[in-house]
């Protein structure tokens, strides 16, 4: 068989990095990578807006401005404050009154602790360098 002879099949020299291929076959190659790049373009195109992008955005400021936790934190000040009032306008306060009182009290400090986010734990969760 010639080498010269068109097999359909890539050839050439590959120590060289020399490939011979045929001339068709590479001109279609150039209209797809054309047509590829015309995608891309026609997808970086600035005048083609994301309907939820505004929706996106709340939700990135919601995540960085901490508003959950921050509610939650708040809740919790409010309820330990209002158990502690009430324990101590008991007249005669037993011990289920004092332990929950004292877990409500007690559990400030986890909640705390988590929404501050201070152990190496939290922040090799949150992707930040321990």
């Known amino acids: 068989m010639n080498d010269r002879e068109p097999t359909g099949r890539f050839g050439g020299d590959m120590d060289r990095n020399e490939v011979e291929m045929d001339l068709n076959k590479f001109m279609d190659m150039i209209r797809e990578i054309s047509d590829l790049k015309d995608k891309i373009r026609d997808l970086e195109d600035g005048e083609r807006v994301n309907p939820h992008q505004k929706w ?36 005669d306060p037993g011990i289920e009154q004092s332990a929950l009182v004292s877990v409500v009290v007690g559990a400030m400090g986890v909640v705390f602790g988590v929404y501050s986010g201070k152990t190496g734990q939290s922040k090799g969760f949150k992707g930040e360098d321990k």
């Open 56 to 91: 996106i955005h709340l939700a990135r400021a919601v995540d960085s401005w901490r508003i959950f936790p921050r509610i939650f934190v708040v809740v919790y000040i409010y309820l330990m404050y209002e158990s502690v009032i009430w324990f101590m306008n008991l007249a």
